[in-house]
């Protein structure tokens, strides 16, 4: 499996952006489907926003369209989360995950997963 090392996450205000970066040990681009989750004690762990094999198609979850953007660096074999006008409810342990099969936003489709980074927004 790829292995995954996230990396970006921290303490912020409200309204703040941060960028997160999600490195991988082989190439991912026209191999893994990627996304992002993230997870809280109060909730399972969800979709945040996914990225196509191709590149072509991405994929967020309603609440942070509009703010948050999924994207790859093909020569780096990275994959990025910029998140901007971050909200206390964006608050959670990310994760990177890469899925060699069928798309899925669901964390059982993917089979690697990074360790994940904290990312704490107060108000």
């Known amino acids: 499996q790829v292995q995954l090392v996230e990396s970006g996450g921290g303490l912020v205000h409200a309204g703040d952006s941060l960028t997160l970066s999600c490195a991988a040990s082989?190439?991912?681009?026209?191999?893994?489907?990627m996304g992002w989750f993230r997870q809280t004690p109060d909730k399972e762990r969800e979709f945040v926003a996914g990225?196509?094999?191709?590149?072509?198609?991405?994929h967020y979850t309603n609440s942070v369209k509009g703010r948050f953007t999924i994207s790859r660096d093909i020569d780096k074999n990275t994959v990025y989360l910029q998140m901007n006008d971050l909200k206390p409810e964006d608050t959670g342990i990310y994760y990177c995950?890469?899925?060699?099969?069928?798309?899925?936003?669901?964390?059982?489709?993917?089979?690697?997963w990074g360790q994940g980074t904290q990312v704490t927004v107060s108000t």
């Open positions: 990225i196509s094999k191709s590149s072509i198609i991405q």
């Open positions: 995950a890469a899925n060699s099969a069928e798309w899925s936003t669901s964390p059982l489709g993917f089979g690697s």
């Open positions: 082989a190439r991912i681009r026209n191999n893994y489907h």
